[in-house]
């Protein structure tokens, strides 16, 4: 439909095809828009997204979204090369080293605990600053990071990622606010249903959670094609209205109390 038509953006977390960032970039090109793609530089060893610039025509660019001399360099970068302010941004990063090494919430090494809340959080606050500081967004532009409803609700084997996703919540709602102040720019969440990502498989019990997610929702786990959609039209000028919102991309999971199909009945 072309909807992001002559649209810049960075799209940070693609990884594989597996990422969601990457079904988004690629949704993005397909609607018109021109892009950077961005991951820590340790990711560039696995050679996916090189292929996925490729793919795209789109340059990518090493940088560690928790180190401001890196993004600074990033923003300037995209700038350059795409011919302009950004328009729009996805910020899809998590890792957490507790849940990679199976350590029990009850556990935590706290200093892994604070690593995860730097990347997969505070990171976000940190893109926003440095946009917002070199006023790198057009006006009416649209940053979008990517959640999950353990921001809301306990699911023991998230771990920390929990406190992570609540805090990245709250970073939108408050950056919200001062974007839409200086120049309009919107800031929103979405909440995603469990997606066979290489993250997310790396999760204990994911797959049972995954179908459990699938029964209990009534129309299904969201798929990541269709988190790209969505992504696409709060980038686009079909949602100026939209800011500072939690949106639930995960086929109703998050209103229902229990589905009888989950007892089997």
């Keep these: 439909m072309g909807i992001l038509s002559g649209k810049r953006g960075i799209i940070f977390g693609a990884l594989d095809d597996n990422s969601i960032a990457s ?15 961005t991951n820590a530089p340790v990711a560039m060893r696995f050679g996916e997204i090189q292929k996925l610039g490729a793919a795209l025509n789109a340059e990518v660019i090493p940088a560690d979204a928790t180190n401001l001399e890196d ?33 029990s919430y009850t556990d935590l090494k706290h200093d892994w605990m604070l690593k995860t809340f730097d990347i997969s959080a505070i990171s976000f606050h940190k893109v926003m600053q440095t946009l917002y500081k ?8 649209s940053i979008v ?22 805090l990245l919540e709250s970073f939108a709602r408050s950056f919200g606010y001062h974007f839409g102040i200086k120049n309009k720019v919107r ?26 997610a699938d029964k209990m929702s009534p ?47």
């Design 71 to 103: 993004l600074e360099a990033l923003v300037d970068k995209s700038m350059e090369i795409l011919g302009g302010k950004i328009d729009f941004v996805l910020h899809a990063i998590g890792m957490s080293l507790n849940v990679r090494k199976k350590k």
């Design 23 to 37: 079904y988004v970039a690629k949704k993005c090109v397909a609607e018109g828009a021109t892009i950077t793609l």
């Design 134 to 141: 070199k006023d790198a967004m057009n006006e009416e532009g």
């Design 219 to 265: 129309l299904g786990n969201a798929s990541a094609e269709s988190c790209a959609d969505l992504c696409a039209s709060l980038f686009s000028d079909f949602s100026k209205g939209v800011t500072m919102q939690n949106l639930y991309n995960d086929g109703g999971f998050s209103s229902m109390g229990m589905n009888p199909a989950v007892l089997g009945l």
């Design 145 to 166: 990071g990517l959640s999950y409803i353990a921001a809301q609700r306990t699911f023991p084997d998230y771990s920390e990622m929990a406190e992570s996703k609540a």
């Design 187 to 212: 800031v929103n969440t979405i909440s995603q249903s469990p997606t066979m990502t290489t993250a997310g498989q790396g999760i204990k019990g994911f797959q049972e959670f995954f179908d459990y």
